[in-house]
């Protein structure tokens, strides 16, 4: 089973974005049972709030509910626990790079670097702009999946 964690500020726009969608895509293609997905923040600011109403929104209109989500915060556990550590910016890794006190096992990446770039996720709750946040994370959640299917030598198309 691979286990992924998806980590940003808050937990309520950026990361349950990701979370939501990387198990919708897994769960399309029958491969649900293969992964545990999940999200948290670096910050305990909104720890217990729901998903942001912007990405709730835009998960709505894919049919997906998040309605049961409420932020978390990252523990240091979560290192152990987790095989992927996924980022949605620089701050982000910086945070978890003290939470965890670093990263021996290379596990933290940015979701962007899995799509080839080098650069960080919007935060919609500074740029109210859902929408380029979405195009991003299903950028970034595709060439994800793409990789780890070929690293299992199963490269498929999302």
């Known amino acids: 089973m691979v286990k992924i964690l998806f980590v940003c500020y808050g937990n309520i726009c950026r990361s349950p974005m990701a979370e939501y969608l990387m198990r919708d895509l897994v769960e399309e293609r029958g491969e649900g049972k293969d992964f545990y997905i999940a999200s948290a923040a670096t910050s305990g600011e909104e720890v217990g709030r ?6 709730a929104n835009i998960l709505e209109r894919m049919g997906i509910d998040c309605s049961d989500k409420r932020s978390v915060k990252l523990k240091k556990s979560d290192y152990a626990e987790y095989d992927h550590i996924i980022g949605m910016d620089e701050m982000n890794r910086r945070d978890m ?14 979701l962007m670097e899995y799509a080839g770039e080098k650069r960080d996720i919007a935060d919609p709750w500074w740029t ?8 991003d994370v299903t950028r970034g959640i595709r060439a994800l999946y793409n990789g780890l299917r ?6 498929k198309q999302p």
């Open 97 to 110: 790079l003290k939470i965890f006190g670093g990263d021996p096992h290379r596990k933290i990446k940015l």
């Open 50 to 55: 729901p998903v942001h109403r912007g990405t």
């Open 150 to 155: 070929a690293k299992d030598g199963e490269q």
């Open 128 to 135: 109210g702009d859902f929408a380029a946040t979405f195009a």
